[in-house]
């Protein structure tokens, strides 16, 4: 039988223990408040208590779409599937700390011999300078091919052939996928087992070319945020819980164009804060920058440090209670709260951070700015990789367009 009070009583101490956690955010309380409103409801329609197995079954009821199509119904409700079990494990007295309750563990090779050429690849991409985020996609790209292979009865790579490579790109794990995300995974893997050819762990030479040629015509348009977005972003928002952290970064992209893993791994010692200069050298690409700071940005910071920063010894200047943060997720919550007005599709087009470093580029090509110059602001490896910024000048595009004097046609087909 539901009982309202033991409820609210579980509900508030509940919400309490996630904000001693860290879960301080106003989109994640915002969330409980109102995962916690539509299971009382359900609840209060069964006359149940709540349990586990209810709250289970409030989760089936709720319709969202599947985890392959990851669309903000499906962060919803994993977001309200986690506090379900964050409700039990409290009533059941388990709740000591923040936890994530994932659907399923993620299988990894068992076999020693594959494991070991994980270890061995993983040692080689090291050795080549990338990032620590590449090596884990590519690993965890590799990992799934191995594990499949276990299944195909493969107890060394010597043993694999080019059908089971080609069978591979055949199964589940490809199906419904995007065409861009299948082209990445398959380029992956192409230079796995180009390595292991090379290494000469692969029983043949010609195992790459079982890997499918996946071609995939994409012409994309740069967004980019509007001037009024801009302002929107920029503006003091006292009542948030990181308005000045939240500012401060945001002038690193939009005026440095930083990336946002560069941004979060500033540190004290990478700014002359007298001549006013940051000196880094890029997580992804490991160019040197070396870039003067404007006037607001560099107030943004002092502001930040003096009068939000938590008082840790910390080496990093973006810091959380728990130390240094290495990564922030919900960027696209935040820049959106923070543009919550009218005509927000217009002046924020599209979301995530990145459209911060879009900006600085295409205002860069906008002030006549060459390719190469634009590629060394951003620390990019090649100039090659500023061309889909043209596409962010409107006036040269609409150079571009052909004229229409000449072309017959009639007044109401407009």
């Not at 040629?213 to 302002?231: A, D, L």
């Not at 997580?283 to 940005?297: G, I």
């Not at 090509?365 to 090659?384: C, F, H, K, M, R």
Request: with cysteine.
């Amino acid at each position: 039988m539901y009982n309202k009070n033991e409820f609210e009583k579980l509900t508030s101490n509940t919400r309490k223990k996630m904000i001693d956690f860290g879960a301080v955010s106003r989109t994640s309380l915002m969330r409980y408040d109102k995962c916690i409103d539509l299971l009382k409801e359900f609840l209060f329609r069964l006359d149940q208590e709540f349990s586990l197995e209810c709250g289970q079954e409030w989760l089936d009821s709720i319709e969202h779409r599947c985890s392959k199509i990851h669309d903000s119904s499906y962060t919803i409700w994993v977001a309200y599937k986690r506090i379900v079990y964050l409700l039990a494990d409290n009533q059941q007295g388990n709740l000591k700390e923040w936890k994530m309750y994932k659907d399923f563990d993620v299988p990894y090779p068992t076999n020693d011999s594959f494991i070991e050429l994980c270890s061995s690849y993983r040692h080689y991409l090291e050795l080549q300078n990338y990032a620590a985020a590449t090596i884990r996609l590519r690993i965890s790209f590799v990992e799934k091919l191995l594990v499949y292979l276990e299944q195909r009865g493969r107890t060394t790579f010597a043993a694999v052939t080019n059908e089971d490579v080609a069978k591979y790109f055949l199964t589940d794990h490809f199906k419904d996928r995007k065409p861009a995300g299948i082209k990445t995974e398959a380029n992956i893997l192409k230079l796995f087992l180009e390595y292991t050819e090379e290494q000469k762990i692969a029983g043949t030479d010609l195992l790459h070319y079982a890997v499918p040629v996946c071609n995939v015509k994409e012409s994309r348009i740069v967004t980019t945020i509007s001037p009024q977005g801009e302002k929107a972003l920029l503006d003091d928002h006292p009542g948030f819980v990181a308005d000045k952290r939240e500012k401060a970064t945001y002038l690193l992209a939009l005026r440095l164009g930083l990336r946002s893993c560069d941004i979060y791994n500033l540190r004290f010692q990478d700014i002359d804060w007298e001549r006013g200069f940051l000196n880094i050298t890029q997580q992804k690409t490991s160019v040197e920058l070396h870039m003067r700071m404007d006037n607001e940005t560099q107030n943004a910071l002092i502001d930040y440090i003096l009068n939000e920063r938590r008082e840790l010894q910390s080496e990093y200047i973006f810091v959380t209670a728990f130390g240094h943060l290495a990564r922030k997720t919900g960027h696209c919550r935040s820049l959106r709260t923070r543009m919550n007005g009218e005509h927000i599709e217009n002046h924020l087009p599209h979301d995530g951070l990145h459209i911060l470093r879009r900006t600085f580029a295409s205002r860069l090509l906008e002030d006549g700015a060459a390719l190469p110059v634009i590629a060394a602001a951003l620390g990019q490896i090649s100039p090659e990789s500023t061309r889909p910024y043209l596409s962010t000048n409107e006036k040269m595009m609409c150079k571009c367009a052909l004229s229409l004097s000449g072309i017959p046609c009639r007044r109401e087909e407009f």
